[in-house]
């Protein structure tokens, strides 16, 4: 994945054979952890990424952390004091997944690859499964694996296993909390923001192969692309090879007509897939095995990516970068005028909301004094938000809820063993999340949501043996952003006002104006779906153990997707998790011992 692994050796033994280390993932602090690491630690300067991690191991123990800046997960033996100690990074950069069964302890960069071991159920965590179609389900574990006896280690997280006592035992860390950003103008904010998103793309950079990445025509992926190719020409390297997928009729279609602006910006070699033809990428009877044959909850909404991903890999990358993560880091609340209108200043507020109607890529939809309106409940108390929505609900005769949706969808037997109905009709109770503070907003934000994007990238660039990097997901891009204030992040209602800024002053308005959300991935699944006849239907025994059997014969049919052929309040999205899920478990049930 990086060049300096082409030649190391794992698992690693140190010189004094106490410690063993496996590794997985990307330092990018090198320089930093040499200066800093005591003489008769420090090995050679240009040893491979496990060496320096196991050099900081034995000098820091378990400060190691605190030192270290990349993608990476890695545990370490103690032959010593016969313990175990796992890390991981604290963005979710690398996964972790470990089994603590009575017999044995074992871990994996991959859930699937510990169901190999003796005495492993293949049943399936039924709080994931129902966590798909309720919004309001918040009392479950996001970290814990799709599998029952499959956990996963919480991002920033250190995992200590004793030999002695067979007990994991954990100890969470927090990442630092920074002041937010004072900056005297714009232009002095996208100069900083500039530095920032270099050193982060110059990281993800660090590859064994031609440097490569998924481009799309949106805000995020544009400036990767443009920090990109001023990197690698300074840098006197090869231009990066951008993966894009295209409608077949790009005069009506924005996405692909942004893509041709941002391919024709500046030197690249681009590969291009055509939708719905699939012309330039895998055939339709490849694409269906892929998405059936190895069907997965959480992959299978990327389609679009596996003849990008395959196209790569037959090009010699052996990583990708992408910026799926940039609508998280940049996010700000929809009805931020709220905290205008709490300072006092309610004309200030109402421009904001006149901004938003007419610029926001997501409540464009929506009149100004709704917006206002909107803005000033969320001004208010959290309590009195709460019975505020609570009489508008009834006054509109209220909409379906999780309980409705969930005695629709799932079986008695599932509703009985998950307890729920009472669990979705009492107060929501969130299980235990990470968090990083967002200084500017003042609020935590979910680990896991900043990671959820790049968990499927993850999945599928594996399927292709390449590693998937998010750009956006960089902690020195992510504590950035929270500590720019709204008011660069947001300017009269548009959305990342501060990244389109910067893409103006690099020759690229026509990308930094768009305020469309257009996605074309959906056309892949289209064509999968709604053309074939061969769409694989689960085993009716698959569907009692979970779903109502009755909903599965109404829903389960080629023209499931269409909204109009909908007869209940369940959206196309459920439908396609729904089909995912019932292939999922199909999979892995039929080839359960």
């Not at 007990?167 to 990442?175: G, L, P």
């Not at 967002?438 to 590693?467: I, M, T």
């Not at 052929?565 to 959206?571: E, F, I, K, L, R």
Request: proline share 6%; aromatic share 10%; with cysteine.
């Amino acid at each position: 994945e990086v060049p300096e692994a082409e030649r190391e050796a794992q698992p690693l033994t140190s010189a004094d054979g106490r410690f063993l280390i496996v590794f997985d993932g990307r330092i990018d602090n090198r320089d930093e952890i040499f200066a800093n690491l005591d003489s008769h630690f420090r090995p050679r300067s240009d040893c491979p990424d496990v060496e320096v991690v196991l050099a900081a191991h034995r000098c820091w123990g378990d400060d190691t952390p605190k030192h270290l800046l990349g993608d990476f997960a890695y545990a370490v033996w103690d032959t010593v004091t016969q313990s175990l100690t796992a890390i991981r990074d604290p963005l979710a950069g690398r996964p972790f997944y470990f089994v603590d069964h009575i017999d044995f302890f074992a871990f994996a960069s991959h859930d699937e690859a510990l169901l190999c071991l003796p005495n492993m159920s293949f049943a399936p965590n039924q709080d994931h499964l129902a966590s798909l179609f309720l919004r309001r389900l918040q009392d479950y574990d996001r970290f814990d694996s799709w599998y029952v006896n499959v956990r996963v280690l919480y991002p920033g997280s250190q995992l200590r296993f004793k030999h002695e006592s067979s007990v994991a035992e954990f100890t969470q860390r927090t990442i630092a909390c920074l002041e937010p950003f004072s900056f005297s103008s714009n232009s002095e904010a996208v100069e900083a923001f500039e530095s920032v998103l270099k050193e982060a793309v110059s990281a993800k950079l660090r590859t064994y192969g031609p440097p490569a990445m998924l481009l799309s025509g949106g805000i995020d992926s544009a400036s990767v692309v443009t920090a990109a190719r001023s990197l690698l020409a300074a840098a006197k390297r090869e231009p990066i090879r951008t993966y894009s997928a295209l409608s077949d009729d790009e005069a009506t279609c924005v996405e692909s007509q942004a893509i041709r602006v941002l391919i024709d910006a500046g030197p690249c070699s681009p590969s291009i897939v055509r939708t719905p033809s699939f012309d330039g990428g895998l055939s339709s009877e490849l694409m269906a095995k892929l998405v059936w044959d190895q069907a997965d909850p959480t992959a299978n909404s990327l389609i679009m990516l596996m003849p990008l991903f395959a196209r790569a890999t037959a090009d010699g990358c052996t990583s990708v970068l992408n910026g799926v993560g940039g609508d998280v880091v940049t996010d700000v609340p929809d009805y931020y005028p709220g905290e205008l209108i709490k300072a006092g200043r309610w004309r200030d507020a109402w421009r904001e909301s006149q901004g938003i109607a007419a610029n926001n890529t997501y409540l464009r939809h929506r009149t100004s004094s709704d917006i206002f309106l909107r803005s000033m409940l969320a001004s208010m108390p959290n309590v009195v938000q709460k019975r505020v929505r609570k009489v508008i609900e009834r006054l509109r005769g209220g909409d379906q809820s999780d309980v409705e949706v969930a005695r629709t969808i799932f079986s008695p037997d599932f509703l009985a063993q998950t307890n729920l109905l009472s669990r979705l009709s009492a107060p929501n109770q969130r299980a235990p999340r990470v968090t990083i503070f967002d200084a500017a907003l003042g609020q935590d934000v979910d680990v896991d949501w900043l990671a959820h994007g790049q968990k499927g990238y993850d999945r599928v660039a594996g399927r292709f043996g390449l590693s998937s990097r998010d750009v956006w997901s960089d902690l020195r891009l992510v504590q950035f952003y929270f500590r720019l204030p709204v008011a660069f992040r947001t300017t009269g209602g548009w959305t990342k006002s501060l990244v389109r800024e910067y893409l103006r002053t690099r020759g690229l308005p026509s990308i930094a104006d768009r305020k469309d959300k257009q996605h074309i991935g959906w056309t892949f699944y289209n064509r999968l779906v709604n053309e074939r006849a061969d769409v694989p239907t689960p085993r009716v025994w698959l569907a009692s153990a979970t779903f109502d059997p009755k909903f599965l014969s109404s829903l389960l049919r080629a023209d499931s997707l269409n909204p109009r052929a909908q007869p209940h309040a369940v959206s196309p999205e459920q439908v396609f998790w729904l089909r995912a899920t019932l292939s999922w478990l199909d999979r892995f049930r039929s080839s359960a011992p």
